[in-house]
């Protein structure tokens, strides 16, 4: 079986939560911690870099205006029509995520900490939980994605509410983790959640 297939025999840890709940924000306090990360939104980039055959299928379905002038992806103009058209958003899906779940395989494998995170925001929706073994949500109120996500983004709380509503609902995300981390308060409440969760997390490795 080529390796991009293989379980990876390390431990993984998949990292997940709704857009704008904070994975980043969280990622990069394990990152500081020496935990190495495999990030799916990386990932999604690394598969449609210029010269590659997904890029090419996507002008080709979407046309050439959905380029910039670089020839690199529009994504905010790939963002707004998948997420207001669901046969869209179902090709690019169907186009993206083998690939995504390949090159996260491949990542996977090569990384040497103690544990691996892998931070997907899609890792339930996608069954890229079953690469895992243990799973993580970071978790806030629908309330704070879009308020947080907006201002971030600088987009429209409709749109952030199209995105959410593609994603797991939040209640079964929360029945299907195994751990929380509560980000709706501020930073240095949430790094105490991921230097104690750090602690059992080597614990199980
Ligand atoms: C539509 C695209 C071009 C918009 O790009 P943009 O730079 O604006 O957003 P980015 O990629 O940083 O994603 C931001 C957030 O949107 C959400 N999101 C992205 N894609 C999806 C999707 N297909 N379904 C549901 N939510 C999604 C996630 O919460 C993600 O963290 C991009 O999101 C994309 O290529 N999506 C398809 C690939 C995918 O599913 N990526 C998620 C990782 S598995
Ligand atoms: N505890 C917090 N308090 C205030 N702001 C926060 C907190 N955590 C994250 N943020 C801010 O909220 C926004 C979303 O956080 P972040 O980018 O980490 O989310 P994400 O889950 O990685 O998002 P996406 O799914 O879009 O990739 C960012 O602007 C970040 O700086």
Not at 50 to 58: D, K, M, N, R, T
Not at 120 to 132: G, I, Q, R, S
Not at 149 to 168: G, P, W
Request: net charge neutral; proline share 3%; with cysteine.
């Amino acid at each position: 079986m080529p390796s991009n297939q293989t379980k990876v025999s390390k431990k993984i840890i998949g990292l997940t939560g709704g857009i704008g709940s904070g994975k980043s924000a969280v990622a990069n306090m394990f990152a500081a911690l020496g935990i190495e990360l495999v990030d799916a939104d990386i990932v999604a980039r690394e598969v449609v870099a210029i010269g590659s055959p997904a890029l090419a299928a996507i002008k080709q379905y979407f046309s050439e205006d959905f380029l910039n002038q670089d020839g690199s992806l529009n994504r905010s103009k790939l963002r707004e029509r998948v997420f207001s058209q669901a046969d869209d958003k179902l090709w690019l899906n169907n186009l993206l995520h083998p690939l995504i779940r390949s090159e996260i395989l491949a990542q996977l494998h090569q990384a040497s900490s103690p544990y691996v995170l892998l931070v997907a925001p899609l890792l339930f929706e996608n069954k890229l939980n079953e690469l895992c073994d243990h799973s993580v949500l970071v978790d806030v109120p629908v309330a704070t994605q879009l308020q947080r996500t907006s201002t971030r983004d600088n987009c429209t709380v409709e749109l952030v509410q199209n995105i959410i509503a593609a994603q797991m609902p939040r209640a079964q995300k929360q029945a299907l983790a195994d751990d929380t981390i509560d980000n709706s308060l501020a930073l240095d409440h949430t790094k105490k959640q991921v230097t104690a969760l750090h602690q059992k997390l080597l614990a199980l490795t």
